[in-house]
């Protein structure tokens, strides 16, 4: 079965400084690997995923992460945060049994500093 | 264009009572999914739609929830005897088909309170 963890409920950085939000997976098969972001009272809106295509994926708003299947990571990286980025980003992964349905990990809220 | 929509927003309710939550996909995406997010957590996966019919429904809690799909589209999440447990937020999103690399769609949620 999938599961998804997510290191570090709460991250600070300073505006400017590197974002790194840990992600880690746990699949039977080739996953299929997303990030949400999440502003206070809206809805999840996609920053990036992995469909077994590259392995280094963009995505919106300067945001990128790598897939290492060896170590069975998706890390989200930023190389400056911006005080906009202050939000919760999700970590998922898509069940590939027929349903496509997500398993999320538990979230990381992601503070920034001026 | 318009993307996936929830009403209401935000429902108070009493314990005991009976509610129903909306679901709008966008149009022409025939995948459509119900998630459950409480409070510090992530969303977790209640039931999946493809056209009308619920191919998956293993995430739903209990035989309290209930949710249809009549012509494919609109879609509607039904609480019966609610417990101040319910309380959270439930989200809706749709894809335009199951599968890669259809990604999900969210709606805003609608925030319920059981009090």
């Known amino acids: 079965a999938q599961s998804v963890t997510q290191l570090g409920s709460h991250v600070s950085v300073s505006e400017g400084a590197l974002v790194l939000l840990r992600c880690n997976y746990s699949?039977?098969?080739?996953?299929?690997l997303f990030w949400y972001v999440q502003y206070p009272n809206q809805g999840l809106q996609l920053l990036l995923k992995?469909?077994?295509?590259?392995?280094l994926v963009k995505g919106i708003n300067g945001f990128e992460a790598e897939f290492k299947k060896s170590e069975t990571s998706f890390h989200l990286t930023k190389p400056s945060a911006h005080m906009s980025d202050a939000a919760e980003y999700f970590c998922?992964?898509?069940?590939?049994?027929?349903?496509?349905?997500?398993?999320f990990g538990t979230g990381t809220r992601l503070k920034v500093l001026a | 264009g318009a993307g996936v929509s929830q009403t209401p927003s935000n429902k108070v309710t009493e314990k005991g009572k009976y509610v129903e939550l909306r679901c709008d996909p966008i149009?022409?995406?025939?995948?459509l999914y119900w998630y459950r997010q409480s409070l510090g957590q992530g969303p977790e996966f209640l039931i999946y739609?493809?056209?009308?019919?619920?191919?998956?429904d293993s995430g739903l809690p209990n035989d309290r929830f209930f949710a249809v799909r009549p012509e494919g589209s609109v879609s509607t999440l039904k609480i019966q005897r609610t417990e101040r447990g319910d309380s959270a937020v439930y989200l809706c999103?749709?894809?335009?088909?199951?599968?890669?690399?259809?990604?999900?769609?969210f709606g805003p949620g609608t925030r319920l309170t059981v009090t």
């Open positions: 999103a749709s894809s335009l088909r199951p599968g890669q690399p259809y990604e999900q769609y």
């Open positions: 699949s039977s098969v080739p996953p299929y």
């Open positions: 992995y469909t077994s295509a590259a392995t």
């Open positions: 998922a992964v898509s069940d590939p049994s027929g349903t496509y349905k997500y398993i």
């Open positions: 149009s022409g995406h025939t995948a």
């Open positions: 739609f493809q056209g009308t019919g619920a191919a998956d």
